[in-house]
């Protein structure tokens, strides 16, 4: 664990030219005090290096609270556009919430909304901009920026997100690009990926997480690590600590299991396996810089 923990200061200094590197990410920080105990467990106990926060959520101040006292742990904004809460009143936004102020999980038919609506765009940039303002407010690095349940593959958002991002310093984002995606969305996610680098923003080659989405325990972890493929790989995952008596962090979780997720993240076995890799590890910031004074060296 001493290797895993060493400063990233020193690991960074002591990097020469790498072929891959690894970012491992906990979604939804913010969420419940489940899951940020879990995330500050994960990063000073395990192989956390990243995490992304939901600004508007019940636990958002005490995520908050935690991020400052690790200056390792990189954060990046987890924007919320559906199945969350979002940040502005729901008389600001009515076409886009109920009256609780809550997106709701009609993702097809909001998206289609988003594309032909001018009304319904203009509040989404405003909901957009309200959690860049918010994540920016907490004077924390904006390390990355990623969509709950991956809505920036939708034209629409992400285009709003890389108007609005560019504001607030935004540098990189994730790319759900998974080895086993879908043919048929290989053409959007081609779509992204050629945006982003337009854009000048840095991205992960490939994600692991999507196909097995709250159940990335510590088997499912160790075959991704056996298999890492060089480039950027980002491994993300819905940690939370056990609770029995609980219902589940969210209802639209109820299958999923965080607390083998966050077993997986503080086990011995999934720590060797990192360090097997060779990776360059850290947040977005972390992988992306070292990578550019590499490349000014050469």
């Known amino acids: ?17 790498v072929s891959r590197a690894l970012i491992i990410t ?3 920080f913010g969420l419940d005090q489940r899951v940020n105990v879990a995330v500050e ?18 636990a958002a101040a005490d995520a908050i609270e935690r991020a400052r006292r690790m200056p390792d742990l990189r954060v990046g904004l987890h924007l919320v556009l559906a199945d969350g809460q979002a ?9 886009l919430v109920n009256r609780n102020g809550r997106f709701g999980d009609a993702m097809v038919r909001d998206g289609i909304r988003f594309f032909f609506l001018a009304h319904v765009r203009a509040q989404l940039e405003r909901e957009i901009r309200a959690q860049f303002e918010a994540f920016a407010a907490t004077g924390l690095a904006l390390d990355h920026v990623n969509t709950h349940k991956h809505f920036h593959l939708h034209p629409t958002v992400l285009t709003i997100i890389l108007k609005v991002g560019r504001e607030f310093g935004m540098r990189a984002m994730r790319l759900p690009r998974e080895n086993n995606i879908p043919a048929a969305l290989v053409p959007w996610i081609s779509l992204v990926n050629a945006r982003l680098d337009r854009h000048g923003i840095a991205h992960n080659d490939r994600v692991i997480g999507i ?3 709250g159940r990335m325990d510590e088997a499912a972890l160790i075959e991704a690590l056996e298999h890492l493929h060089d480039g950027v790989t980002e491994i993300y995952l819905h940690p939370a600590s056990a609770d029995e008596s609980a219902a589940p962090v969210t209802p639209s979780m109820a299958g999923y299991r965080p607390a083998d997720e966050l077993a997986a993240l ?10 097997t890799t060779g990776a360059l590890r850290g947040g977005f910031a972390d992988v992306f810089a070292h990578t550019a004074r590499v490349a000014h060296r050469s």
Not at 4 to 15: E, G, I, K, Q, V
Not at 266 to 275: I, K
Request: hydrophobic residues 45%; glycine residues 4%.
């Open 266 to 275: 503080l086990s011995p076995r999934v720590a060797a396996a990192v360090r």
């Open 211 to 213: 196909t097995q989405s």
């Open 87 to 95: 940040t502005l009143a729901a008389s600001e936004i009515p076409s």
């Open 41 to 58: 467990r994960a990063h000073k106990e395990g192989v956390l290096s990243a995490a992304s926060l939901m600004v508007g959520a019940d």
């Open 1 to 17: 664990m001493k290797t895993l923990r060493m400063p990233l200061a020193t690991r960074l200094a002591n990097s020469s030219r």
């Open 26 to 28: 906990a979604d939804d």
